[in-house]
Nanobody, 127 residues
Framework: QVQLVESGGGLVQSGGSLRLSCAAS????????VGWFRQAPGKEREAVSC????????YNADSVKDRFTISRDNAKNTVYLQMNSLKPEDPAVYYC????????????????????WGQGTQVTVSS
């Protein structure tokens, strides 16, 4: 069974940093694209970042480029999202997702189309 469990969310001051973790079970990271989405109250889901299974290449949305970094530890079967220079527009529930699709398809999938979708972790930024 493919499962994802996120952790690491919390409250941080504007300009601060957080690292989110997405622990995967039931599949090796090399075989899947794993990524992060976020959704703030009243807003649509937004793609944040993903890492391609076979190559480890990454993609970041323009809104987080140069501030957020996605990485993975294959030994721990965990994907991380390092978030630096957090801004007032970053607060949301952050979700981890995994699928065999390539990154350009990955961000277009509906939630129920992913092989796995995590429960989400809340990120709050205080000004």
């Amino acid at each position: 069974q493919v499962q994802l469990v996120e952790s690491g969310g919390g409250l941080v001051q504007s300009g601060g940093s957080l690292r989110l973790s997405c622990a995967a079970s039931g599949f090796p990271l090399d075989d899947y694209t794993v990524g992060w989405f976020r959704q703030a109250p009243g807003k649509e889901r937004e793609a944040v970042s993903c890492i391609r299974g076979s190559t480890g290449s990454t993609y970041n949305a323009d809104s987080v480029k140069d501030r957020f970094t996605i990485s993975r530890d294959n030994a721990k079967n965990t994907v991380y999202l390092q978030m630096n220079s957090l801004k007032p527009e970053d607060p949301a529930v952050y979700y981890c997702a995994a699928d065999r699709s390539d990154w350009y398809q990955f961000f277009l999938l509906d939630e129920n189309e992913f092989a796995a979708w995590g429960q989400g972790t809340q990120v709050t930024v205080s000004s």
